[in-house]
T-cell receptor
Framework: AQSVAQPEDQVNVAEGNPLTVKCTYSVSGNPYLFWYVQYPNRGLQFLLKYITGDNLVKGSYGFEAEFNKSQTSFHLKKPSALVSDSALYFCAVRPLLGSARQLTFGSGTQLTVLP | DAGVIQSPRHEVTEMGQEVTLRCKPISGHDYLFWYRQTMMRGLELLIYFNNNVPIDDSGMPEDRFSAKMPNASFSTLKIQPSEPRDSAVYFC???????????????????FGPGTRLTVL
């Protein structure tokens, strides 16, 4: 069975500083990895995904994520945080050709960007 | 495109009443998912459809829950009778098949609706 770990429930960062939200995963076969963001009282919003190819994936709103196969990690990064980035972030993984039942979400990391 | 549309956005009902949640997926999407989100359990997949056909309903908590997708542009999630422990935010999401193929489960990223916040008193 696949699993996702987001080791930090809460991440605080000052506006303008770089941010990292951590994610490690376990899956059989090749992973299909996602990051989603959830703003208060809203649904999850897709940020970026990794299927194959370049280990550095660029997504919406200036976010990027680095796939590291040896460390089974897929950390979300942004060079300069904005207050508006404050939200709940979810990492998700599934086997590349697995069923929808196999899509597993992490527990979420609350990012707070301080002005 | 307006994205995934859900209604109502908020529902407050009394225990024992029937509740129907509605979803309109993004036009052209092959897959539709129903999730439930609570603080205690996080995001749970209840059921999903591929081309209007229910594929996996193993996440539906009890027989009180049922879901239908009569056509490609509409789905419902019904709870009858409702109980206080059903209180949660219910999300609908849709996605395209991966690579345009027909392999079940091979789908792209999901697009979520705004959710229905259900409170059962």
């Amino acid at each position: 069975a696949q699993s996702v770990a987001q080791p930090e429930d809460q991440v605080n960062v000052a506006e303008g500083n770089p941010l990292t939200v951590k994610c490690t995963y376990s899956v059989s076969g090749n992973p299909y990895l996602f990051w989603y963001v959830q703003y208060p009282n809203r649904g999850l919003q897709f940020l970026l995904k990794y299927i194959t190819g370049d280990n550095l994936v660029k997504g919406s709103y200036g976010f990027e994520a680095e796939f590291n196969k040896s460390q089974t990690s897929f950390h979300l990064k942004k060079p300069s945080a904005l207050v508006s980035d404050s939200a709940l972030y979810f990492c998700a993984v599934r086997p590349l050709l697995g069923s929808a039942r196999q899509l597993t979400f992490g527990s979420g990391t609350q990012l707070t960007v301080l002005p | 495109d307006a994205g995934v549309i859900q209604s109502p956005r908020h529902e407050v009902t009394e225990m024992g009443q029937e509740v129907t949640l509605r979803c309109k997926p993004i036009s052209g999407h092959d897959y539709l998912f129903w999730y439930r989100q609570t603080m205690m359990r996080g995001l749970e997949l209840l059921i999903y459809f591929n081309n209007n056909v229910p594929i996996d309903d193993s996440g539906m908590p009890e027989d009180r829950f049922s879901a239908k997708m009569p056509n490609a542009s509409f789905s419902t999630l019904k709870i009858q009778p409702s109980e206080p422990r059903d209180s949660a935010v219910y999300f609908c999401a849709s996605s395209l098949a991966l690579g345009g193929g027909s392999a079940r489960g091979a789908y792209n990223e999901q697009f979520f609706g705004p959710g229905t916040r259900l409170t059962v008193l």
